[in-house]
């Protein structure tokens, strides 16, 4: 039985000074494989860093994302697309829509776009990060992102948009939220998903699942999300290990 930690983010400063006994609790959680998420020009190089660090082991994307565009230029973009072109990235992400925090909503479109378009140019999938943009952040991904692979990270929009992103072939991507109390719209958008189109992340150290909320967390922790999801799925819990590593592993080609 293996599980994959599908997005965390191994660079943060919460983790990194940790990082090789991070990665042995993780293995000895069962968690074969992490993907580490960029999120801008800096944090994509140092997850491209820690991957080449433990090859085989450790995955990365590279990423901009919206809550920052404020602060980028064209020579932060520029720098993202290089990264994205030599570094071997898995995916491009993560990247999208968050109209929670104060960022300039035109120039989040624009930067999308580009990521969108950086995706396509080099077959690679779309990690998506949406936050109170649903509906907009479906339009553009109808628009512009046909074809490609796309996994809604830490996916927050509800049973009611588990229909419209499948008609896109996303995949779904679930959290620590699923194992929270108040997290019943999460629990009812996991029983509409079908087993095949689902994965389990962390986002460390951000989003602790029951029942280590509160504490930082860490890829180790995914197993509890696993845990909830086989509950929700009403299979067993190595049923929902089986699957959604064997999803993770479609969708990356890990």
């Given at each position: 039985m293996t599980l994959i930690d599908t997005h965390c983010h191994l660079d943060d400063e919460r983790l990194a000074p940790?990082?090789?006994f991070i990665l042995q609790r993780a293995g000895e959680a069962g968690v074969e494989f992490l993907v580490t998420?960029?999120?801008?020009?800096?944090?994509?190089a140092a997850a491209a860093a820690i991957a080449r660090r433990h090859p085989g082991r450790v995955f990365h994307t590279v990423g901009a994302h919206p809550s920052d565009v404020d602060r980028f230029g064209e020579e932060e973009l520029a720098e993202v697309e290089r990264l994205a072109r030599e570094t071997s990235p898995k995916g491009i992400?993560?990247?999208?829509?968050d109209y929670h925090h104060d960022s300039n909503r035109k120039k989040?479109?624009?930067?999308?776009?580009?990521?969108?378009?950086?995706?396509?140019?080099?077959s690679l999938p779309l990690i998506i990060h949406d936050r109170d943009a649903h509906e907009d952040l479906y339009g553009i991904l109808k628009e512009k992102a046909a074809g490609l692979k796309i996994l809604m990270h830490c996916y927050s929009a509800g049973p009611d948009f588990?229909?419209?992103?499948?008609?896109?072939?996303?995949?779904?991507?679930?959290?620590?939220?699923?194992?929270?109390k108040n997290g019943q719209s999460h629990r009812d958008a996991v029983a509409r998903i079908p087993l095949d189109r689902l994965v389990v992340e962390t986002d460390s150290p951000y989003l602790t699942p029951h029942p280590h909320r509160g504490k930082r967390n860490e890829p180790a922790f995914v197993k509890f999300t696993a845990e909830t999801l086989a509950e929700v799925k009403g299979i067993s819990f190595e049923a929902a290990a089986e699957a959604t590593t064997r999803n993770a592993r479609h969708f990356f080609r890990i």
């Open positions: 940790e990082e090789d998420i960029g999120t801008d020009a800096k944090t994509s992400g993560e990247v999208g829509l989040q479109f624009e930067v999308f776009g580009r990521m969108i378009a950086l995706a396509r140019e080099l588990v229909e419209k992103f499948m008609g896109l072939g996303c995949y779904f991507s679930i959290a620590g939220p699923l194992t929270f």
